[in-house]
């Protein structure tokens, strides 16, 4: 009896541990078929959202987070940012801000998956997008093609990242909430541009990434030649179109753009949410099975993360705002469309759709499973009239450009342009002005220490680094007593080329004169006639970058700062050019190297206050004190009486500042209805790009916190506040 029993009790125990193998490889995997992801054995439909960790605070995060799940959102989607993880060559950071590890735990805490943008080209409307600005400076380095050095670089940051994710057992083959990665980020226009070099490079990232094995797939999106097992996918407005480039990949959309990013200088864009939702269900409708918003949450480009002409504000009309905030009706809506989606996943992910014309400009796409589950889309493409169609018997209402959901195939539980939810605006009030003090910067001197001279013009990136937004040229010039234009007044003009992004002009320590580019155009030409006098004369050229360029073939060789001709016409010789002579470089502003925007700089100076304050005058630093204000509201600085410049509180950059650049651009009406573009929806015409400019609560103490501004233009800071958002 006994040996019968511990027979019996061996083979049950080895059946079980191999039923526990099965088991365990099936809840800790992720497939793909040509219908959708395969997560722990079971197809999903997939509703994702876009939330960069850089772009808030850790404080912000699990609020966020929470708010995303609350959506009906089942992936958070985040790029990894290489310039902010490694700011020079093997020196790490992932704390505050950076704290990736932290941001995925957070999200797997919430019950959420991850889907792991790695890259390392981000784009992103990111500095330099998201690459190191020190990997330009690899010797023999070319950017995203078939480069050793490049490819080198490429694969120690990829595969450390994916290794720090294996420690951390944050992949779903571990236990993980990381469901799927990205190499790359929309290279297939750049591979088409360079053509051989492309292809190859292209095999050799999906091959690199692929033999990580992080245990989950890999897709690229923009990469129809995206090769096996590698997903290609969608980035656009619209994607219901899109196919992938095998049979057995599922149809996946990375990112459906909720809005489009703000540039100074241009208008703020803001896409209709019945469009976005009509846009999620035509994509549904014709097999789509992964659906991300590019941005769910869009941020701030804090201190000087933003790609070149980028606004600080990288709000994106997202459904969750800039500050955390819920956008009414946008997030409402889309989470009655996830609902709808949900109660449809029986049908969708076991079935083709069957699609039959109801009219014109109509149609059905029904999905009905064996196992009884049936789903259907009524849609109508038209952009003007609404139409009544019959289906299965029963007649549905369809408003134009929209498609209705029936997720029983018989009762209408959705329509993309019927919105129910709520209209709230968040508004922003004042709560409290300042006292200020202020501190005129200087133009430096030939005998600044931190200064050196060389023959000709240096392009500004390779003196700076990207270490200041600033850099000096200086050179002098010599005027003789005869000269003509002393006596008739009619004064030389000097004409400066620059390749970007904003120039100041000063002549013996005056300002002369200020030019500037825009992210279409960023080469600018200052041409005018300058006060001179006999002797020697100090030229000053205040060279100011905007961000690095984020996009582009080879667009770390692209240029910025004065790179001339430099030339001076209407001297009794006619012209002469000074390009080619002896110029000092001074990398930042004396107020940068002193530090007066951390506590323990600001006190370095002689500040003034009360009524010998500087305003309107140009280079100037300000400080003051506040207490932070009661209560949990976001917070914003009011800088429309400002020019340009940049912000920090308690030494922490808020961004740069620009309300003086003046949104351009066609403002009016927008209907929901027909294709929608970046330059569809416009609003602030006419008005500073962007006049708010976000305080994190987090960064704040309850009293004391130092408010510094560094006004490049001449400002009146007598018109900044401090206010609070509130829905």
């Not at 799927?180 to 095999?203: C, H, L, R």
């Not at 241009?266 to 019945?274: K, M, N, Q, T």
């Not at 987090?698 to 004391?704: A, F, I, Y």
Request: proline share 6%; glycine share 10%.
């Amino acid at each position: 009896m006994g040996s019968i029993w511990n027979a019996f009790s061996r083979a049950h125990i080895l059946k079980l541990a191999f039923l526990c193998l099965f088991v365990c490889s099936v809840t800790a995997s992720v497939t793909y078929d040509r219908k959708s992801l395969i997560i722990n054995g079971q197809r999903r439909i997939l509703l994702s959202g876009s939330i960069h960790y850089p772009r808030s605070t850790p404080e912000m995060w699990p609020d966020l987070i929470q708010k995303a799940k609350d959506g009906g959102l089942d992936v958070i989607q985040t790029y990894v940012f290489w310039n902010g993880h490694e700011p020079s060559p093997g020196k790490y950071y992932f704390e505050g801000r950076y704290d990736l590890v932290k941001f995925i735990k957070l999200v797997q805490e919430a019950g959420l998956y991850i889907h792991l943008r790695i890259g390392p080209y981000v784009c992103a409307e990111w500095n330099f997008g998201g690459f190191p600005v020190w990997l330009k400076y690899v010797p023999g380095i070319e950017f995203r093609t078939d480069n050793g050095p490049f490819k080198e670089k490429m694969q120690g940051f990829t595969q450390m990242i994916v290794n720090m994710m294996k420690s951390q057992k944050l992949f779903e083959s571990q236990g993980g909430p990381i469901i799927m990665s990205q190499i790359e980020n929309e290279f297939g226009p750049v591979e088409w541009d360079i053509g051989a070099p492309g292809k190859a490079y292209t095999k050799w990232a999906a091959r690199m990434a692929v033999g990580l094995q992080p245990g989950v797939p890999w897709v690229m999106c923009k990469q129809d030649d995206a090769p096996d097992p590698v997903i290609n996918t969608c980035n656009a407005f619209y994607c219901e179109d899109f196919t992938p480039n095998k049979n057995y990949k599922p149809k996946m959309w990375t990112e459906n753009w909720t809005g489009w990013y703000t540039k100074f200088g241009g208008a703020v864009p803001y896409r209709p949410v019945e469009d976005i939702a009509f846009s999620v269900a035509r994509f549904i409708q014709k097999g789509g099975s992964f659906v991300n918003y590019y941005m769910y949450h869009g941020g701030t480009n804090f201190g000087t993360t933003a790609g070149r002409f980028v606004a600080t504000s990288y709000d994106y009309d997202a459904p969750i705002d800039e500050y955390g905030l819920l956008r009414q009706p946008k997030y409402s809506h889309l989470m009655y469309l996830h609902r709808a989606i949900k109660m449809c996943e029986p049908a969708l992910v076991s079935a083709d759709p069957t699609v039959a014309t109801l009219g014109s400009n109509q149609e059905s796409h029904v999905f009905s499973s064996s196992s009884g589950a049936c789903a259907a889309f009524l849609a109508n493409y038209d952009t003007k009239s609404s139409a009544k169609v019959t289906f299965g018997g029963l007649g549905y209402d369809l408003p134009p450009w929209s498609v209705s959901i029936l997720p029983d195939c018989k009762k209408e539980a959705f329509n993309t342009a019927k919105v129910i939810a709520p209209s709230f605006h968040a508004t922003m009030t004042p709560i409290s002005s300042f006292s200020w003090q202020s501190y005129v910067d200087e133009t430096p001197t030939a005998d600044d220490d931190s200064s050196f001279s060389a023959n000709g013009l240096y392009e500004q990136l390779n003196v700076t680094r990207d270490m200041s937004d600033y850099l000096w040229y200086m050179t002098d010039v010599n005027i003789g007593a005869n000269e003509g234009f002393l006596k008739t007044g009619n004064y030389p003009v000097l004409t400066v080329m620059s390749a970007g992004h904003a120039l100041h002009v000063f002549i013996n320590g005056q300002l002369a004169g200020t030019v500037y580019g825009s992210l279409a155009n960023p080469k600018l030409t200052f041409s005018e006639q300058v006060r001179l006098m006999a002797g020697v004369n100090r030229i000053s050229l205040l060279s100011v970058a905007v961000g690095l360029a984020n996009v582009g073939t080879h667009f770390e060789t692209w240029n910025e700062g004065v790179l001339g001709p430099v030339t001076l016409n209407g001297l009794n010789e006619g012209t002469r050019d000074l390009t080619s002579q002896q110029w000092s470089y001074k990398i930042g502003m004396k107020g940068e190297n002193l530090g007066l925007h951390t506590v323990s700089g600001s006190s370095s100076v002689e500040w003034v206050e009360g009524s010998l304050i500087a305003q309107k005058q140009p280079l100037t630093w300000y400080k003051t004190t506040f207490d932070a204000p009661a209560g949990n509201d976001p917070l914003a600085l009011d800088m429309n009486s400002m020019g340009k410049g940049q912000v920090w509180v308690n030494g922490q950059s808020i961004g740069r500042h620009w309300p003086a650049y003046k949104a351009a651009g066609n403002c009016g009406e927008c209907s929901y209805t027909g294709y929608f573009s970046e330059n569809k929806c416009l609003s602030n015409c006419g008005q500073a790009s962007q006049r708010w400019y976000h305080v994190p609560r987090s960064w704040l103490n309850p009293s004391g916190n130092l408010l510094v501004v560094f006004e490049e233009w001449g400002g009146d800071p007598r018109g900044i506040s401090l206010g609070k958002r509130t829905v």
